[in-house]
């Protein structure tokens, strides 16, 4: 069965840090590939997205995400962090259809 | 701006009482998707549908109803049948009919419901 692994239930890092989050996927193909963010109380927002093409994706407020067929992740990256970045991340998958698969989220902690 | 709105953003619900949570769009997407949140469980689809008058159960229908009369609205009726109904609810919207794939959602602000 397809799954999806964020290994990391939060992180803290210092504001103007880098930021790298972990996503990895169990699906026989390639799937395609989401990053959200969540705000506390709010909707998720659509962060980016890979389904084919290059494999470094980027997408909004300065996040991006690079694809590795070999090691089936899709990890998230930000070269410098902002406070407003603290939030919940989550990496989704779909493999077709209607069945999209969410991780269980990253939280991120900015500290001063 | 177009989006998706639900309400009521809390809600409390007595034991044995059905409610309704409210999920409306202005984006003339086709598909419509319920899902469930609760801390440390990610996301899980309760129902979703791809066009007006017809929907599918998820993973976790049991206790819910849905219906889609127009192509905006998708609400979502907690029945008493559900026993641990606590939980944030998030509407979303895809597009086109045929799920998610390469689209990717776009979410309401969701709705608190709490059983008291």
């Known amino acids: 069965a397809q799954s999806v692994t964020q290994p990391d239930i939060h992180i803290t890092v210092s504001e103007g840090a880098s930021l790298e989050l972990r996503c990895n996927y169990s699906?026989?193909?390639?799937?395609?590939l989401f990053w959200y963010v969540q705000s506390p109380g709010q909707g998720l927002q659509l962060l980016l997205k890979y389904f084919s093409g290059d494999t470094l994706v980027q997408g909004i407020k300065g996040f991006e995400a690079e694809f590795k067929r070999s090691q089936s992740s899709f990890n998230l990256r930000k070269p410098s962090v902002h406070w407003s970045d603290a939030a919940e991340y989550f990496c989704a998958v779909n493999t077709g259809g209607f069945k999209t698969i969410f991780g269980a989220g990253t939280r991120l902690f900015v500290k001063a | 701006d177009g989006g998706i709105t639900q309400s009521p953003k809390y809600l409390f619900r007595k034991e044995g009482q059905n409610v309704t949570l409210s999920c409306e769009q202005n984006?003339?997407?086709?598909?419509m998707y319920w899902y469930r949140q609760d801390p440390g469980q990610g996301l899980r689809l309760i129902y979703y549908s791809q066009i007006v008058n017809d929907f599918q159960k998820g993973d976790i229908a049991e206790g819910y109803s849905v219906s889609r009369e127009k192509k905006e609205s998708f609400p979502l009726t907690v029945t008493s049948a559900q026993k641990n109904p606590t939980a944030f609810y998030l509407c979303?919207?895809?597009?086109?009919?045929?799920?998610?794939?390469?689209?990717?959602?776009?979410f309401g602000s969701g709705t608190r419901l709490t059983v008291v």
């Open positions: 979303a919207s895809t597009p086109r009919a045929g799920g998610d794939s390469g689209y990717g959602y776009t």
């Open positions: 699906y026989g193909a390639t799937p395609y």
């Open positions: 984006l003339n997407h086709d598909a």
